[in-house]
Each structure stands twice: as structure tokens, then as C-alpha cells.
């Protein structure tokens, strides 16, 4: 058996690091709980950030992009990283033009670009209204010839249930085939999670059915660091629903989309709430719509980034009662466009909202709220830093001015370096949503897509070298002891047969697993989203307390040992308890404001203490987590409040919601 | 692009989406509705009938129902059952993989409200797995021959690798506007339901040789409207040619019935045609 890689996790992270590391020419086993090309990355709409000709002949610089995703994300992510994914982008962009991803075209044939939140430039690449899709079958495609070549091997429908770590270092993965529910364990030098974010952990979020953190949750108490809990994206523009809070993507707002609620303006100048607030939008006169946006940032306008533009939304319908019709919704207005444009443009989501609720957004105001939406935070990793350290931090980067250097390879991150986004597991690695780099507090629009390539094309490489020059090379996977994968595959036989024999006819209802997931999404919203304090988050704590016990002596409702989809779901359940309790215990602790983490009892962001990553450790006797605030990289960057020109001083703070979904 | 300026439906399914939008203005909210459901243990298992009762909530589409049943599952005959099995990726009717027969027609479930399809108190809605794929169990159906096939007409562009060679070829808008509809296929195997040419075979070693579907006719014309993609051209054509390749559609026009992404699969399969015979003419005066 010749060296082998587990790569776990069929999305755009997990499909870039498969590519790359077949080329170098190692043997890639792909995991995945669904058919690659269904992984979630299809969700994703409105496109991929990168500097460009155009841009740059505008001002525009790599330096810009790494300056405005350190601020966008309030400082708290390491900048070295940063700054590499930056240099990278552009190069990344060409790699999936020459994969044939159909980018939208100017006339002249060039790839067109769109304006997103947090920038002042257009930067953003998009094709259709379906860049994840479109991203993701590229890749799909590329494993597919390299799968057709025998060097990667697809083992889809099989769920990952936990590393196997032998010495310290991770040799491979205990999992189970979700059809014939075969349980084995593959052996493995390096182990990649790609497995994405945690949404199902707030019950109904903007994700798919099958992200719900269980794999991290997995990794996380066989003793891998979680880092960042707390930094839970909420985004503000989302259509209620009944299984799941879809998206309506940023680019509405990008194209023009204005936000607005039917008011009545008072000689001071303030807003105060509109008697007919339900009638029918097109009746309400032109001065009678309070674009709070437009009026309290003039310079971003509705482009404003999304913690800021949740959080009015939410203070105008929670704490002003303007919502309209008197509900959690505001409107998300594109009937000022030309309907053809938009057709063009924004088909796709537009169709997705006509097609679940039933209005033509081309022609009536879209009813919009915010919904959870992606976890900054995830699995802790590592990095070397690259060759610019400059003697002192530099001041924020004025907009449009030149850079202070020249994009080069290696100058955030040193290339093939095997620590780089490996955890503080030997050998096992976290790429894409399911780590916590990048995006420190907040993560901007169309910077997501771009880090699960990054991290699959430029990390995959230091996967190759640990297996060249780490310990692998000295003690391959294939020569170890059987007992460490035996020993694995025993506990998790045993898992799943305590969850079989659960299964009762007359079952309380308080240990259906429905029911626990149920009540632990809507804690979790109420409590852990877009306003948290001390007081309802110490509830939280004592709900999760509660679920705990009651997942431990889950029940279910069905003991088939053929396809039991029951089974996978409680475990998952029992799983995400544990990434809850983190996220609680980070936000508890962070006793401060900070990009999406938002304290009413310390609204101000403090630097002086909690300019640190949040590093959470499962402690297996109170099973539960340890949290620690750990030195990080702000090296290149020197902080800078972060305000995005906003002019209005006098706002209320939001208060702490019972429940806003 | 859509160029009618009024919300009034447009193009072939006209009626029946307009009778879908009154149904679903004269749906209540909190009425009962009956979900039917074919299920089947696994392989080789007779299949059953089972109905359940669900309330419905706003906006409520045939996943909820799954997912209101899988939390007590009862049958209309007061039977304790097991909760369903199905699959579902992203609920917005882009991954494909929530794919099944309602009410006779194949779809995705994750689309199809309840106030479309049963509207008023008491009405049925039937669900039943894609017949031209081995179940797994009950809804879940395997569909790997799909990809398998994707495989056959090497859909994917050839490129040198991922190091920096700089851009992609330039391309006009129109090519990209076709190219990027044909890219939209989710892979999730209405059109194969739908054909008559297209049937179910569990035995992997005949696929080969078995009509290989409009959705991979329709992948191997993308590519070879690529640029870089062209280079496997031939190579397309010639899984196209031999026996369960392009001439095997009898042109029964069904597939492009029941895209949902509206994918011109009769044009793709015309195309291809023409020019698989093209390259048997060019082959046989070659050799
Ligand atoms: C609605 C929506 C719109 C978005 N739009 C944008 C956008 O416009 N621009 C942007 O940059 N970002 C966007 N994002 C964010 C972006 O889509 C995601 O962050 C990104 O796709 C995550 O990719 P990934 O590869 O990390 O994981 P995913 O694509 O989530 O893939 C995870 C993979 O892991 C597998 N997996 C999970 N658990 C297990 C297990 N236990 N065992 C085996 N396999 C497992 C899954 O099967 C899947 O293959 C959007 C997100 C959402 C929700
Ligand atoms: S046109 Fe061809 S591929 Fe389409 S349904 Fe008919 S026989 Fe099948
Ligand atoms: S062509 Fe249409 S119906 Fe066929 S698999 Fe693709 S999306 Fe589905
Ligand atoms: S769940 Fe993805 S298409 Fe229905």
C-alpha cells in the first residue's frame, strides 16, 4: 500500500484538496455523507472575491483585499493567513476559468465583476446566480477524471464518526457506511477534514440538512481545539420558512436592493412607526419609507457589512417594533430596477424566492430577516509566517491608495510548510468552513468560497510535504498496529448498539432526538446570535445542561441495522450538543463586542484583553469545554475602530431577543 | 432571459403553474392533509403503502411533512411505524438529491409545497421513490449510474494542472449564457425517470452498453463547446456512438418536459447527434 491521504468532506475544501494532492501523486480516499456534487458549497450565490485588472487599474490591490478582511472581520483573525489567501486569489480565479466555470462575461468577453459588502470596489466574481454550484461541479468535475485515473477513491454515503489517533498523531478514521451500516476503519498518514459549518446547531439556519458540525464536534472531543466558538454569522437577509431559512444572497443588495420599512418621519428627524405598516407596499408614498441603511451610513448604504446590517434590522423590528406588518420582516426593495436586468443578473435567487413564497421580488418588495447563517469559528489551525513582517503594524489602508507591497507567493504563509492549517493534532488538518481562520469576528461576503480553495490548493501541499518529510515518512499508517483502529471501531460499534437497543414502544417523549434538536435550535437562536448577555446566556448554559442529560438517554424510534437514517440523525444530535456548549461557553466568556459576537453588557470592543483567539478544549470529565484566550497574530495590521462612516450616534443598543427567527 | 413584464406565468406549463398559484392562494393554513408514501425495507423487499396525517404549516413543502412525520411517526391507522428514509441536501432545489415521484410526477420535494399540490382539508399527496434506480430504502433510491455516465463522456475540461498558467480563454456573453444553462444539471435524474429509453438496471457491468441519458448528452455538448474542452471531442463522440449512446433516444421528448432547470436537452441531443454521425463519417472515410 503506497502512501495514502483521507480527505473528509466532499465540498469545495474537500474537493481542491483532493485535486491537489492526487497531482502531487498521492492516493486520496474522499468521504463524504452525500454524493460530493450535492454538498452544500451549491448553496452559495452570489460569488467569489478576488483583485482583478480592472480594480487594480482603479486603485484596488491584493494589499486592499487582505486590509479590508482583517477589518470586515474586527481584527480577530491571524493576518499572515490573510494576507497569503489575498496574494492568492486572483491566481485561483484563473485556475477555475481554465477548469470551464461559465463566469459571467462583459462584451467584450472578460469576467464580469459585482460590488459586495465591505468593499468599495468591484471585486466580485460571479457566474449566474450559482457561483457555489458552478465552483463546485468545476472541482467535481476534476475529481471525477482524477477518480476515472484510479487516484481518488469516493466513498460517498459513508459518515465520518472520529479520527484514529495513534501516538499523538492522527493515522487514519473510524467510519460507517450509512446504506449497509458497516462500521471499519481506514487507515490513513494525513487526515483532512473539509466537513464544513455547524448551521443545524441553531435548528433552522441558511444551511443544508447535513451541516451540523457533528464531524468537528467528532474531532474536537478526541482532543483537537475549537477555536472561535463564539463567532456565529447571522445574515441579514433571509426568507422565513418552515425547514429552512433560505437565503436571499448579499447580491440584492449588491445590485441595488434597498432596505426599508413603512415610517412616518418626525420634525427631529427620527423614525417612528407607520399606522398602515402592513398594507401593501407600492401604496406606501416615497416619504413614507425609512431606508435606515441609506441614512445612517451614507458611505456603504445598504452595502454595509452584514453584522451591521443585521443588527439594525433586528434593532428596527425587536427594539423599534417597525417591522413590517408588525412581524420580524423588513423589505428588501429591487422593483426600482429594470426587471430584464434583474432577470439577467439575479434569476436564480430571485426564482428561489418566487418559488417558496410565491411573489415576484422583480415586481414586489421581498419580506426578508436574519437568519444563522456561517461559523467564523471551527477547528483550531497553525500556520508558519511568511517573508513580510514588517518592524511595526501598519496603519488601516486608506482605500484606493497604493500598496505597500507587491503581491508575491509566500509572503503571508510560507508555501508547503506541513504545520499550515494543520490542528494541533499531528497529521490531522481542517480546511474550509470547518476551521476557524480567515475570517476572524465576522466573515465578509464571497471570502468564503475563495478560503476553501485557498486552503485546498495551497494547504494541500503541506499535506504532501508531512507526508514526505513528517512522521509518516518514518512510520507509514500501513505498518502500524492493528489495535488503535480495532480499539476505535469497537467503540463506536458499541455506540451504535447502546442506540439500537434504545428503542421502546411507549419512549418518553422528552429523548426523541427530534425533540431535543428542536429545543436546542431554538435556545440556541434566542440566546447565541445577534445580541447575547451574561444573564441569557447562563440560561443557555443551564438548557444545554438539561439536553445533555436527556440526549444520554436518547431514544429511537427505530432499531433497523439496514439505511437507518434515525440513528445517524441522534448521534449527530448527542454530537452538536458538545460545539453548542462551546459556542455558549466562548460567548459567555468574551466579555466584550466584537464583529458577530455582540454583548449587551459590554458593548465596546476591548483590545487590551480580548484581542486573543478563543480556544476551546474538551474536558472529557465535566464533558464540556475549557476556554482560554490565546495570543494571535496582529502583526501586520494595527487595529482600528471599526465603523464603516457611520453616522448616527444617538442609536439605542439593541436588547438581548427571546427568539427572532 | 424572461422578458414578460407582468407576474402572470409564461412558456409550456402555463396552466398548470397558474392552477398551482390559485391553489395555493386558497390553501388554509392548519388543515390536514394525508401524506401517502410507498415504502420498502431494502433490497430485494416487498414494497407498502403507508398514510400519514399532517397539519400544515405556512409555506409547508413535502420535506417538513417528511420531517413533522419523522417525529411521530403514526399511519392513519394508528400503526407505530419507523420515520421515513430520504434524502435532502440543501432544501432550495439546487443539489438535486432530494429527487422523487409526487403525485405521479417525478421532482424535488424540497420545491413542492403542499398548498400547490393539496390544497384543501383532506387531500392526498402520494410520494414514491424513482423507479429507474435500485432503492436503498423507501424514497432513497441509488443513483450512481448517473455519475457513472459522466464518467463514460468524460465531462470535465482537461487542464495541465492547478499551477498558474494564467486565465481561461475569452468567451462572448451569448457562449456563456448557453454554456452556463447547460451547466446548471444538478444531476438529479428526472430526465432518466422520465425517458422511455432509460430503464432500470442494477447490474453495473451492462451499464456500459445501456442508454447512457440525456443529462451526460447534454454534459459531453458542454464540454465540447469549451475551449480547452474540445480536446476530448472525439473522445465524447465516441461513447456517443456505440450502443446505448445518442442513437438510442427514440425522441419521445420527455426528458425536457421535466428538467427542473429547464436545460435544452433536446437541443443538446440534436446537436450531439448530428455530430456523432459527423464523426462516423469522418472515421469510416478515414480508415
Ligand atoms: C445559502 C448560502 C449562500 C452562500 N453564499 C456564499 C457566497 O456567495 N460566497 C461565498 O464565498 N460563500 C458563500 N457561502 C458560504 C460557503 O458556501 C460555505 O462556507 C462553503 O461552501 C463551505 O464549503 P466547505 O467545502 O467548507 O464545506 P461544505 O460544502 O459544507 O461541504 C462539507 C462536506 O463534508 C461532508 N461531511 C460533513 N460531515 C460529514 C461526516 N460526518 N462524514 C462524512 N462527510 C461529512 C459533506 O458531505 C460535504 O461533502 C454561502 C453559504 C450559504 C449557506
Ligand atoms: S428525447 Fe430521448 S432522452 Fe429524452 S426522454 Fe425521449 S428518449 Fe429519453
Ligand atoms: S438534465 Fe435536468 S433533469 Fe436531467 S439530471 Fe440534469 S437537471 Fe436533472
Ligand atoms: S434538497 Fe437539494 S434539491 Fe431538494
Known amino acids: 500500500m503506497a502512501q495514502r491521504v483521507i480527505v473528509v468532506g466532499g465540498g469545495l475544501a474537500g474537493l481542491a484538496a483532493s485535486v491537489r494532492i492526487a497531482e502531487a501523486g498521492l492516493s486520496v480516499d474522499l468521504f463524504s455523507l452525500v454524493p460530493v456534487k450535492r454538498s452544500h458549497s451549491v448553496c452559495a450565490q452570489g460569488g467569489i472575491n478576488a483583485c482583478n485588472e480592472v480594480a487594480r487599474q482603479q486603485g484596488y490591490s491584493e494589499y486592499e483585499h487582505f486590509d479590508e478582511t482583517v477589518y470586515g472581520g474586527d481584527f480577530l483573525a491571524d493576518q499572515h493567513p490573510v494576507l497569503e489567501m489575498a496574494n492568492w486569489a486572483p491566481r485561483i480565479i484563473d485556475l477555475l476559468d481554465r ?136 445574515h441579514p437577509t433571509a426568507i422565513p420558512g418552515s425547514d429552512k431559512l433560505r437565503l436571499m444572497s448579499e447580491s440584492a443588495r449588491g445590485e441595488g436592493g434597498r432596505v426599508w420599512v413603512p415610517g412616518i418621519k418626525q420634525a427631529d428627524g427620527t423614525w417612528t412607526k407607520h399606522p398602515k405598516t402592513g398594507a401593501d407596499p407600492k401604496t406606501i408614498p416615497a416619504n413614507e419609507r425609512y431606508y435606515f441603511l441609506e441614512e445612517k451610513y451614507p458611505a456603504y ?155 485546498g490548493l495551497f494547504s494541500g501541499m503541506s499535506v504532501v510535504n508531512y507526508l514526505k518529510d513528517g512522521a509518516p515518512s518514518k512510520a507509514p499508517a500501513e505498518g502500524l498496529p492493528s489495535q488503535p483502529y480495532d480499539d476505535s471501531v469497537k467503540a463506536e460499534q458499541n455506540r451504535v448498539n447502546a442506540l439500537l437497543n434504545s428503542v421502546t414502544p411507549n419512549a418518553e417523549p422528552e429523548t426523541n432526538p427530534y425533540a431535543i434538536h428542536k429545543e436546542l435550535g431554538v435556545e440556541m437562536t434566542a440566546a447565541c446570535t445577534v445580541v447575547k448577555s451574561e444573564a441569557r446566556l447562563k440560561q443557555c448554559l443551564a438548557k444545554l445542561g438539561e439536553l445533555k442529560d436527556r440526549a444520554s438517554r436518547i431514544r429511537l424510534g427505530d432499531n433497523a441495522s439496514w439505511t437507518n437514517q434515525t440513528l445517524s440523525y441522534a448521534r449527530a444530535v448527542q454530537d452538536m450538543l458538545s460545539v453548542a456548549d462551546a459556542i455558549a461557553q466562548g460567548s459567555i466568556q468574551r466579555k466584550e463586542s466584537r464583529g458577530a459576537h455582540y454583548r449587551t453588557d459590554f458593548p465596546e470592543r476591548d483590545d487590551a484583553q480580548f484581542l486573543k483567539t478563543t480556544v476551546a478544549r474538551w474536558d472529557p470529565a465535566s464533558r464540556g469545554a475549557l476556554i482560554a484566550f490565546e495570543e494571535m497574530d496582529h502583526t501586520l495590521i494595527k487595529p482600528a475602530a471599526r465603523t464603516y462612516g457611520k453616522v448616527d450616534k444617538t442609536s439605542k443598543k439593541p436588547e438581548p431577543a427571546a427568539s427572532h427567527t | 432571459m424572461i422578458t414578460s413584464l407582468t407576474n402572470a406565468p409564461a412558456g409550456p406549463h402555463a396552466k398548470e403553474l397558474a392552477q398551482r398559484a390559485a391553489n395555493r392562494r386558497n390553501a388554509k393554513v392548519g388543515r390536514t392533509v394525508m401524506v401517502k408514501v410507498q415504502r420498502c425495507d431494502g433490497p430485494g423487499k416487498a414494497s407498502r403503502w403507508e398514510t400519514f396525517k399532517v397539519t400544515t404549516e405556512r409555506g409547508m413543502n413535502v420535506i417538513s411533512a417528511l420531517q413533522q412525520i419523522a417525529g411521530n411517526p403514526v399511519t392513519t391507522d394508528g400503526k407505530k411505524t419507523t420515520p421515513v428514509v430520504w434524502n435532502s441536501g440543501c432544501l432550495e432545489e439546487v443539489c438535486g438529491a432530494c429527487t422523487m415521484v409526487i403525485n405521479g410526477k417525478v421532482r424535488q420535494s424540497c420545491s413542492c409545497l403542499l398548498d400547490d399540490y393539496a390544497p384543501n382539508e383532506g387531500d392526498t399527496i402520494t410520494l414514491e421513490p424513482m423507479s429507474k434506480f435500485p432503492i436503498i430504502r423507501d424514497l432513497w433510491v441509488d443513483r450512481e449510474r448517473l455519475f457513472h455516465n459522466l464518467r463514460r463522456v468524460k465531462a470535465w475540461v482537461p487542464i495541465d494542472g492547478t499551477y498558474n498558467l494564467g486565465p481561461g480563454p475569452r468567451e462572448h456573453p451569448k457562449d456563456q449564457e448557453i454554456r452556463y444553462k447547460m451547466s446548471e444539471c444538478m444531476s438529479c435524474g428526472c430526465c432518466l425517470e422520465a425517458c422511455p429509453q432509460f430503464n432500470l438496471e442494477a447490474d453495473e457491468s451492462k451499464w456500459d452498453t445501456s442508454f447512457i441519458g440525456a443529462h451526460a448528452i447534454n454534459q459531453a455538448r458542454l464540454f465540447n463547446m469549451h475551449a480547452t474542452g474540445k480536446e476530448l471531442a472525439m473522445e465524447r463522440l465516441d461513447a456517443l456512438m456505440g450502443p446505448g449512446g445518442v442513437s438510442d433516444c427514440g425522441n419521445a421528448q420527455n426528458c425536457v418536459k421535466v428538467c427542473p432547470k429547464s436545460i435544452p436537452l433536446t437541443e443538446s441531443i440534436a446537436a450531439m447527434g448530428r455530430a456523432v454521425t459527423l464523426a462516423s463519417f469522418t472515421k469510416f472515410f478515414r480508415s
Open chain 1, 99 to 234: 477548469m470551464g466555470v461559465p463566469f459571467n462575461r462583459t462584451s467584450e468577453g472578460y469576467r464580469d465583476l459585482r460590488l459586495f459588502g465591505g468593499s468599495l470596489f468591484k471585486r466580485t466574481h460571479f457566474a449566474g446566480a450559482t457561483t457555489g454550484q458552478q465552483l463546485l461541479y468545476a472541482l467535481d468535475e476534476q475529481t471525477r477524471r482524477y477518480e476515472s485515473e484510479g487516484k481518488v477513491t469516493k466513498y460517498e454515503y459513508w459518515e465520518f464518526l472520529g479520527p484514529v489517533i495513534h501516538d499523538g498523531r492522527a493515522v487514519g478514521i473510524v467510519a460507517q457506511d450509512l446504506r449497509t451500516m458497516q462500521i471499519r476503519a481506514f487507515r490513513a498518514d494525513a487526515v483532512v477534514m473539509a466537513t464544513g459549518g455547524c448551521g443545524l446547531v441553531y435548528g433552522k439556519s441558511t444551511n443544508s440538512i447535513i451541516c451540523t458540525g457533528a464531524a468537528a464536534a467528532r474531532c474536537y472531543q478526541a482532543g483537537a481545539w475549537y477555536g472561535n466558538p463564539e463567532m456565529i454569522q447571522v
Open chain 1, 301 to 455: 448604504g445598504n452595502i454595509v457589512p452584514r453584522d451591521i446590517a443585521t443588527r439594525e434590522i433586528f434593532d428596527i423590528c425587536v427594539n423599534h417594533g417597525m417591522g413590517v406588518a408588525g412581524e420580524n420582516q423588513v423589505y428588501l426593495d429591487l422593483t426600482h430596477r429594470d426587471p430584464d436586468y434583474l432577470a439577467r443578473k439575479l434569476g436564480g435567487i430571485l426564482e428561489i424566492y418566487e418559488k417558496f413564497v410565491g411573489d415576484d421580488p422583480k415586481f414586489t418588495p421581498m419580506r426578508i430577516f436574519p437568519a444563522v447563517h456561517y461559523s467564523m469559528g471551527g477547528l483550531w489551525t497553525q500556520f508558519t509566517k511568511g517573508s513580510y513582517n514588517p518592524s511595526e503594524p501598519r496603519t488601516k489602508h486608506k482605500s484606493g491608495a497604493a500598496a505597500p507591497i507587491q503581491a508575491a507567493v509566500g509572503q503571508g504563509m510560507a508555501y508547503g510548510e506541513i504545520n499550515n492549517m494543520q490542528t494541533n493534532v499531528q497529521g490531522l488538518y481542517a480546511f474550509g468552513e470547518v476551521n476557524f481562520a480567515f475570517h476572524g469576528a465576522n466573515r465578509l461576503g464571497a471570502n468564503a468560497l475563495l478560503s476553501c480553495l485557498f486552503d
